[in-house]
């Protein structure tokens, strides 16, 4: 696929999460937000989120350090798009530019007064892709939303967590990026409908995204939600801890050293963990089957932590990669990071002064793609650049400027 030239309205984490894939991709991907207002600081309120990273190049203090991973790669431009003229600009932008898609993650109610709706917008470029992420979706516009709120809306905070617990979020936030793939993934099947003119018009043809957050993690309850209709017992879709509902054992175990996580799929997997002679006297004829196991599951883990304890994690690895069983000590962020197969893969940027930062791998290995990308722009960077490119002369910037209508 060519490269694309994406505008986004974004701030936070769901749609910086999505539009990154995009700059992987070696898409141009300009970032737009707010001029100032004189409420708080400038721009995306992330920027102004963890350490602060006197190692930049530049200096500044609007790129801490949760704000990096996200916006490496990008370009950064401050438009007033609540007045007119900076829905004119942005027009001018994506018509000049050639701007294939638009994102953006506000309210959808804020849609109209900002100029951004997809038939305005198309108006301008008839194929444009436009896609945007909300909370709730344009059915509900004034919702807010983060990630914490929709995970304790969509069930994940009740089925995260020990059995006896309260309700958990998660260690990462998944809604967020979990509609960031979305949004990434419709748009590039928007282009590729757009350009063999899908059954949703002829070549040249925009189509319109919404990503509701709900929606969109609610897709992910997969294993849980249709078994309701299934008559299913209430601790089948609650909190489980660190067990798995359905297969037993599968499970985190103690050892003399730490901890390991070891699963069993199948039966078959069964026989060979207890082939091993360690396990031997976990094994009965009733637990021959993960219904037998299931019936059993308190039991089984108890004799099972019993076995683990009395050894080293290790040992305990040896023996279960030798009987072909999925198995690893629980590793941290630190370890993970330095695991032979990612070390290779992580994405970098550099800030500066030699100081070189090391971010997640991409998900999928793709020939060409950008691992290393520049540092994230500072708030504004690009303004006057991309106003050029768009064919604005230096008088008209800076009347655009002293208006207050860029920055």
């Known amino acids: 696929?060519?490269?694309?030239?994406?505008?986004?309205?974004?701030?936070?984490?769901?749609?910086?999460?999505?539009?990154?894939?995009?700059?992987?991709?070696?898409?141009?991907?300009?970032?737009?937000?707010?001029?100032?207002?004189?409420?708080?600081?400038?721009?995306?309120?992330?920027?102004?989120?963890?350490?602060?990273?006197?190692?930049?190049a530049d200096g500044g203090d609007d790129r801490r350090s949760y704000f990096i991973a996200p916006n490496v790669g990008k370009e950064a431009i401050a438009l007033n798009?609540?007045?007119?003229r900076g829905q004119a600009v942005l027009k001018r932008l994506i018509r000049e530019l050639d701007v294939d898609v638009f994102c953006c993650n506000t309210v959808p109610a804020r849609y109209r007064a900002l100029g951004i709706e997809p038939e305005t917008l198309r108006a301008v470029k008839p194929g444009l892709v436009w896609a945007g992420i909300s909370a709730l979706g344009p059915a509900v516009p004034d919702a807010p939303g983060y990630d914490p709120v929709l995970q304790a809306m969509a069930g994940f905070?009740?089925?995260?967590?020990?059995?006896?617990?309260?309700?958990?979020?998660?260690?990462?936030?998944?809604?967020?990026?979990?509609?960031?793939?979305?949004?990434?993934?419709?748009?590039?099947?928007?282009?590729?409908?757009?350009?063999?003119?899908?059954?949703?018009?002829?070549?040249?043809?925009g189509r319109t995204i919404h990503v509701s957050m709900l929606q969109a993690a609610a897709s992910w309850l997969i294993t849980v939600?249709?078994?309701i209709d299934f008559g299913c017992r209430p601790d089948e879709i609650t909190r489980a801890g660190n067990e798995h509902r359905k297969f037993i054992p599968t499970n985190v175990?103690?050892?003399?050293?730490?901890?390991?996580?070891?699963?069993?799929?199948?039966?078959?997997?069964w026989r060979r963990?207890?082939?091993?002679?360690?396990?031997?006297?976990?094994?009965?004829?009733?637990?021959?089957?993960?219904?037998?196991?299931?019936?059993?599951?308190?039991?089984?883990?108890?004799?099972?932590?019993?076995?683990?304890?009395r050894h080293t994690a290790d040992e305990l690895l040896a023996d279960l990669r030798g009987a072909t069983i999925p198995a690893t000590r629980i590793l941290d962020i630190r370890q993970v990071r330095e695991l032979p197969l990612l070390a290779g893969k992580l994405t970098r940027?550099?800030?500066?002064?030699?100081?070189s930062v090391r971010m997640q791998p991409m998900a999928v290995d793709l020939p060409d793609?950008?691992?290393?990308?520049?540092?994230?722009?500072?708030?504004?960077?690009h303004t006057r650049a991309v106003l050029a490119d768009a064919g604005y002369d230096d008088a008209e910037i800076g009347a655009l400027m002293a208006a207050r209508v860029v920055a």
């Open 1 to 56: 696929m060519k490269p694309r030239t994406v505008l986004s309205l974004e701030q936070a984490l769901s749609l910086p999460y999505a539009t990154l894939r995009f700059a992987q991709l070696g898409w141009r991907v300009i970032r737009i937000e707010a001029t100032p207002s004189g409420d708080g600081l400038p721009g995306d309120p992330n920027r102004y989120i963890g350490s602060r990273l006197p190692e930049l």
């Open 81 to 84: 798009l609540k007045d007119e």
């Open 157 to 205: 905070m009740e089925v995260t967590g020990m059995r006896d617990g309260p309700p958990t979020l998660t260690g990462i936030p998944v809604i967020d990026l979990k509609a960031g793939d979305e949004l990434y993934a419709n748009v590039l099947l928007a282009l590729l409908e757009r350009a063999e003119g899908g059954d949703r018009g002829g070549p040249g043809s």
């Open 225 to 227: 939600l249709p078994l």
């Open 253 to 269: 175990y103690p050892t003399r050293d730490g901890f390991v996580y070891l699963a069993i799929g199948s039966d078959v997997q």
């Open 273 to 309: 963990l207890t082939a091993i002679p360690r396990f031997a006297g976990v094994a009965s004829e009733r637990r021959s089957t993960n219904e037998g196991r299931h019936a059993e599951r308190e039991a089984v883990h108890r004799e099972m932590a019993a076995v683990t304890l």
């Open 349 to 355: 940027t550099a800030l500066g002064a030699g100081h």
């Open 369 to 381: 793609a950008r691992a290393e990308l520049p540092a994230p722009p500072r708030y504004g960077q």
